[in-house]
């Protein structure tokens, strides 16, 4: 019972499929008073810390008036086989992470960077950004040659770009700014239509 309620609650912060009902195991009237307030507890905790350790002590609670002593281990083994459970199934999410992000070798990793730094050169193409007169257009070079440059100059464009987007858009906040000083400045001084600028026109 104990452990079909694990794989209720970390399927669901996981956003894993399972085969186990879709009403959480605390809602059952048949459960013992034990799990339910463990339940609870790990909750107030996050399931998203029970992957990190931090796992409520009402669990051990709950087993020892859940367990048989003729079908389950000793408290003391269930504990340990628990914490090596949880480190196993969190390594195993982030070994899987890394080598669906960068490759279970060099050249895979080589690859998938490679993959990953022409999409963005790609959206960039797509979706020009604006960019200050100062600095050249994105499409001065074409997008074949462009991405016929190796990962560490692409990488470097890339950076090159985000860094003039940011000039770019303060130079045209500044400019704005200006603009509308401008407007305050020459408009009526009393606000109505026949008012004097303050500025002689």
């Not at 996981?14 to 307030?37: E, K, R, V």
């Not at 340990?80 to 480190?87: D, E, T």
């Not at 003039?164 to 045209?172: A, G, P």
Request: aromatic share 10%; hydrophobic share 35%; with cysteine.
């Amino acid at each position: 019972m104990i452990l079909s309620t694990f794989e209720y609650k970390l399927s669901i912060n996981l956003d894993l499929p399972n085969n186990i009902p879709t009403t959480s195991p605390s809602t059952h009237s048949s459960i013992p008073m034990s799990l339910i307030i463990a339940i609870r507890h790990q909750n107030l905790i996050g399931w998203d810390k029970f992957l990190l350790g931090y796992i409520s002590q009402h669990w051990t609670i709950s087993y020892d008036t859940l367990h048989d002593p003729l079908l389950s281990p000793p408290r003391v083994d269930w504990d340990c086989q628990l914490i090596l459970a949880i480190f196993c199934l969190y390594k195993g999410i982030w070994d899987n992470r890394n080598s669906f992000l960068h490759g279970s070798s060099r050249e895979d990793s080589r690859q998938k960077l490679r993959d990953r730094l022409i999409d963005q050169v790609k959206e960039l193409y797509n979706n020009l950004p604006k960019l200050a007169t100062r600095y050249p257009p994105i499409r001065f070079l074409p997008f074949d040659q462009r991405i016929n440059n190796c990962n560490l100059h692409l990488s470097r464009w890339l950076s090159q770009i985000r860094h003039q987007i940011l000039v770019s858009q303060t130079l045209r906040s500044d400019s704005l700014r200006a603009q509308q000083s401008i407007l305050q400045y020459i408009q009526p001084r009393d606000g109505k239509d026949g008012g004097t600028s303050k500025f002689p026109l």
